[in-house]
């Protein structure tokens, strides 16, 4: 997966814009333009990194006159201590482009820190671990790359692009059999119907109008095992909710095929690193 450049730069273009505005107060009243630093960053905790070409790039863009020798890819299994890239040039690049590209790489390297340790939670099984809409205005993008760097696979980037009938779709309308029926008239032949289904019935239902996955909202381990069972292998059958690191492995083993978390890209915790400037 490889984010468009436009969009990564108009990303850093406005956090740039809301971080600094016009002028940095302390290090364009206290360091000459030809001042030169030696830095590096470094992590403060074990992890994924995700989002060092992103980094790098913001350097780029606020001023340039900065190499940057990325040590760790995206991808890469980093420990506590271990030095991630080096940077040497203007100072002032180096302090006004700090906060903005720690804040992208920390952020999604959190995504990608805790996309892998879910994806390891399930090996051995046939589930796939997967993100959600619930992602940050505007971030959007850049999640759904750190799950996928993580080990993880994306849920529909948007509401074109697949036509998913959550319960208040189906209560607004009447029933599942009617919605489906209904919908079909309408979408092309290369999207996608699923169904969010609440009980072991509505599933039932579902699995009657030949859609291609159905969403197992809500349900405890024993509902989804006999729902697989139910299911066999007609509809992909995707667990949410209500599904954390202490329950991933056991809802894996109920046989469902996909496993989507909300809580990769809207709650994660940011993975710590710190930008380190050598002293003369």
Known sequence: MK??????????KTALMEDINYMDAAADNLIPPEHKSSAYY??????????????KRVFELVGGDVSFNILMNDGTKVKKGDV?????????TLLKGERTALNLLQHMSGIATATNKCVELVAGTNASVT???????????????????GGGKNHRYNLSDAAMLKDNHIDAYGSITAAVAELRKHIGHTVKIEVEVRDL???REALATGVEIIMLDNMNCQEMTEAVKITNGAALLEASGN???????????????I??????THSVKCFDVSMKIEKK
């Open 243 to 257: 599904i954390t690191l202490d329950n991933i492995a056991e809802v894996a083993k109920t046989g469902v095929d």
């Open 84 to 92: 991630i890239a080096r940077l040497e040039g203007s100072t002032l």
């Open 42 to 55: 470094v992590a403060k905790d074990s992890g994924v990194v995700c989002g060092i070409e992103v980094a």
């Open 259 to 264: 496993i989507s978390l909300g809580a990769l």
């Open 201 to 203: 019935d509505e599933l």
């Open 131 to 149: 993100d959600t809409r619930k992602t940050l205005p505007g971030l959007r993008g850049i999640q759904k790359y750190a799950v996928t760097v």
């Open 3 to 12: 984010l468009l450049q436009c969009y990564i730069d108009d990303l850093i």
